[in-house]
């Protein structure tokens, strides 16, 4: 199975840059070059172990199941949830896990059964584990609200005297694009959380120079997104030669080239609906500190009206919400179009679920744990890297788990219903040395 050698060069983007006709614009996304550690010791691109493209050369495999057997074969590997969950809008029942074909598909169904509407799978292996590199190759089920989890947790009764339990979430896959990266342990005082989300391919800042500029008095920004969003910023430039237009995720009204105009600054607004009490006013204020949300359910868009035509060089605009230097609750898709008189005219767009969407193909996610650090992979490139577990040495459980929750995107029952997180394998690997000396 391939597995989308563009997807690495759409992974990095923060900013999208490019050109475009007056037709329509599909974004240049730089290369993935490697992401910095988490205390930033390392260099984005030159992580110190095991690197950016991670070597099975020195680990060995110890533990895998390919899920070629059948049903029996699933049992005497795994144990599974049969009841109802708290946590989430679906009860988990092992006749939602299906081994055919080579894989494991963990399914979605709309059915009342445990006090809940939806039903989805959840198992966790019978051995436990510590140390070393765990990988799984999977695909995310077809559908928002849908959580595609491959995670290690520890178990009450496993728990050594004196030892705290914790859980490492390698990947809660969220469709169609977004990884989700989280650690929860517990502490005298607690638990306590640390987490970071990867919305593959989706930016920050959007910069959209029009090849052919465009005369109107009409903005017309729409989206299909499955959430509520924030957009922070919207940026309408008139032409400008002789220099590059601005970064948008560091807009600065206040310093702009000579002869730039933010024609945005005098629109006025129209919504399709909000999501909090934020104002409007706040996508056109000059600071992206400020947001306007927009509503949670339906089509969302935002329609600005100048008060005379002008001639636009330039779209821009800022969405999602930035969380300790890292922007996250990107949208999925969007289109920018003019009004020419007669007609709405599209002038750009883009859609994840299109262009890069890890329901299409499998793709593996990774955790090397080293006992001082854990680091994250997606298709064996490191994602994050964290310390947040030094000192937990407890061994395991590794988890695979489908659940139906509200905070993955608006549910479509047509979309859920039937639809499957579909594994092809999970394996676990150690270090040769400590390998061998076992």
């Known amino acids: 199975m391939k597995y989308g050698w563009f997807i690495w060069i759409a992974f990095a983007a923060l900013l ?13 996304i730089p290369e993935f070059t490697g992401i910095p550690s988490e205390d930033g010791d390392s260099e984005a691109g030159e992580p110190e172990y095991p690197g950016a493209d991670l ?3 020195d680990w060995e495999l110890v533990w895998a199941d390919e899920f070629d057997g059948g049903e029996q074969d699933l049992d005497k590997r795994w144990t599974s949830q049969n009841g ?22 963990l399914c979605y ?5 445990g006090g809940q509407e939806w039903t989805a799978a959840n198992l966790w292996t019978k051995e436990t ?9 999977y695909r995310y089920a077809r559908a928002y609200g849908t959580n595609n989890s491959f995670w290690i947790r520890t178990l009450e009764p496993d728990l050594a005297a ?10 809660e896959g969220h469709y169609p694009n977004e990884v989700n990266t989280n650690i929860h342990r517990e502490t005298a005082d607690g638990t306590q ?3 970071e ?21 009409r903005i017309r920004f729409s989206s299909n997104h499955a959430a509520h969003f924030h957009i922070r910023e919207f940026i309408l430039y008139g032409c400008i030669t002789g220099t590059e237009y601005p970064d948008p995720t560091t807009y600065d009204a206040g310093n702009l080239p000579a002869g730039l105009v933010n024609y945005a600054a005098e629109a006025s607004i129209t919504v399709s609906g909000g999501y909090n009490d934020s104002k409007p006013s706040a996508m056109t204020d000059g600071d992206i500190d400020t947001s306007y949300v927009l509503n949670e359910e339906g089509g969302k868009w935002v329609e600005f009206t100048l008060p005379e035509a002008r001639t636009i060089g330039c779209v821009q605009f800022v969405n999602g919400w930035k969380n300790a230097g890292v922007w996250t609750d990107l949208i999925s898709d969007y289109r920018i179009e003019y009004h020419d008189g007669t007609q709405w005219v599209e002038l750009a767009a883009m859609d994840i679920a299109q262009e890069l969407n890890l329901a299409d193909e499998f793709h593996t996610y990774g955790l090397a744990w080293t006992g001082q650090e854990l680091i994250y992979y997606f298709d064996r490139r490191e994602l994050r890297r964290s310390t947040f577990l030094a000192g937990y040495d407890n061994p395991a459980r590794i988890w695979l788990s489908g659940a139906v929750v509200p905070w993955a995107g608006t549910i479509d029952p047509e979309m859920l219903d039937g639809s499957c997180m579909e594994v092809d394998y999970v394996r676990v690997y150690r270090r040769r040395a400590a390998a061998d000396a076992d």
Request: net charge negative; charged share 25%; with cysteine.
């Open 55 to 57: 070597d099975l050369d």
């Open 129 to 137: 584990f510590l140390y070393g590199y765990y990988e799984c190759r």
């Open 16 to 28: 999208v840059t490019g050109t475009a006709s007056c037709t329509r614009y599909i974004p240049d």
């Open 84 to 105: 109802p969950s708290s946590n989430c809008l679906s009860s988990r029942w092992r006749e939602n896990a299906v081994v055919s074909d080579g894989t494991l598909k």
């Open 162 to 171: 004196g030892k705290y339990g914790y859980e490492i979430d390698i990947n």
């Open 193 to 195: 959380t640390s987490g």
């Open 197 to 217: 989300t990867f919305p593959l391919g989706a930016s920050a800042g959007y910069n959209i120079p029009l090849e052919m500029p465009v005369t109107t008095d």
């Open 109 to 113: 169904r709309r059915e009342s059964r």
